[in-house]
């Protein structure tokens, strides 16, 4: 049959399938994107970044004991434990806190992040109407307090149970020579820029307060598991590529919708589903410059991309959006059956 069709046959149905799976995709997406987000006080960040080196020492010993009480785990955290300076209650950390600041190549790293970053009135905004979308689909949890830090390279951002630090030196650009120095891997740098924060910091939020980590999970369950989490992405930010959103370029991202069927007939044809192997599993969800096992070509984490696919179509089949009910659903061969998922 399939031989007796012609190459302008073949195109057009090609064409064809291309043009339904996009109109069903944009269905959903536009479903999503009737959704108002709940009004919410603006989110406010603070410049601890400008403060610790603007203010003379005096000063900020006072300010120091304001902010623990301000945002007490976070700003903790981000002492104690991302820069390492000690104890909060220790009679040395003034001391510390002024070595850091003083440090030659530390005062380099300030210049260039408050050359990127003057005001943080653009994030605020984006975090305010994301934050918005979450209270609107979570309106029984709390939104954190957020701080804006420098962390030494250290991490991008610190999730602790009622705050977020943004740490805005992971994220001066593809092109920062702090990066060069510092030798990071082309891949990382792709997604170390301003448009990358606030959907890593929705998406990191959403990771630690509705998941714990299984290791031992099958690859269906660690993938499906995730797409959830990018599902919960799209009703967040409605309006976002999909590229930011799972922290592909846009060329991956074409890739990774151009293989879709053919990564899916890898997992089926290999009876990967349901292996709880690690090194089986971390081929297909761990970071790096591409998947293990496909193309030199293709993004990395290709079976999240999958996942995220299986639950978007469920999501399709489901009559409301309602994100608390499929974050309680934890049978992901349940999701699997009723998404009737064929790429």
């Known amino acids: 049959m399939i031989s007796g069709l012609n190459r302008t046959t073949l195109q057009t149905i090609l064409c064809l399938i291309t043009f339904f799976w996009f109109v069903a995709a944009c269905q959903e997406q536009n479903r999503l994107q009737?959704?108002?987000?709940?009004?919410?006080?603006?989110?406010?960040?603070?410049?601890?970044?400008?403060?610790?080196f603007e203010l003379d020492p005096a000063t900020r010993q006072q300010k120091n004991t304001?902010?623990?009480?301000?945002y007490g785990?976070?700003?903790?955290?981000?002492?104690?434990?991302?820069?390492?300076?000690?104890?909060?209650e220790d009679s040395l950390l003034d001391a510390q806190i002024e070595r850091f600041v003083s440090d030659p190549s530390i005062q380099e790293v300030y210049n260039d992040v408050q050359s990127n970053?003057?005001?943080?009135?653009?994030?605020?905004?984006?975090?305010?109407?994301?934050?918005?979308?979450?209270?609107?689909?979570?309106?029984?949890?709390?939104?954190p307090?957020?701080?804006?830090?420098?962390?030494?390279?250290?991490?991008?951002?610190?999730?602790?149970?009622?705050?977020?630090?943004?740490?805005?030196?992971?994220?001066?650009?593809?092109?920062?020579?702090?990066?060069?120095?510092?030798?990071?891997?082309?891949?990382?740098?792709?997604?170390?820029?301003h448009e990358h924060i606030a959907p890593f910091i929705l998406k990191s939020w959403i990771e630690t307060e509705f998941f714990d980590e299984n290791l031992d999970a099958t690859l269906l369950q660690q993938i499906v598991d995730q797409g959830k989490v990018l599902y919960c992405m799209d009703a967040i930010f409605p309006f976002m590529e999909d590229s930011l959103k799972i922290a592909y370029t846009s060329q991956q991202m074409a890739w990774a919708r151009a293989h879709e069927e053919f990564v899916w007939a890898h997992f089926v044809d290999n009876e990967l589903l349901f292996s709880s192997d690690p090194s089986q599993v971390a081929k297909f969800t761990n970071d790096g410059p591409f998947t293990v096992d496909l193309a030199k070509e293709s993004p990395s984490r290709m079976g999240y991309f999958i996942g995220w696919q299986i639950v978007r179509a469920y999501m399709e089949r489901q009559e409301n959006i309602d994100l608390n009910a499929l974050l309680d659903q934890k049978d992901a061969q349940y999701i699997l059956n009723n998404s009737k998922y064929k790429p």
Request: aromatic share 14%.
């Open 145 to 193: 307090k957020h701080i804006a830090v420098i962390g030494g390279f250290n991490a991008p951002a610190i999730l602790t149970e009622h705050g977020v630090g943004v740490a805005l030196d992971m994220y001066l650009g593809q092109e920062c020579k702090f990066y060069d120095y510092l030798q990071l891997p082309v891949y990382l740098r792709n997604r170390m820029t």
């Open 66 to 70: 304001q902010w623990i009480e301000a």
């Open 117 to 143: 970053y003057p005001n943080l009135d653009g994030l605020s905004e984006e975090l305010t109407t994301a934050w918005g979308y979450y209270h609107r689909y979570f309106p029984n949890e709390s939104i």
């Open 73 to 88: 785990d976070v700003y903790v955290h981000y002492i104690e434990d991302v820069l390492r300076l000690g104890g909060v």
């Open 34 to 52: 009737q959704v108002v987000a709940e009004p919410i006080e603006a989110v406010t960040i603070e410049r601890i970044d400008q403060a610790w």
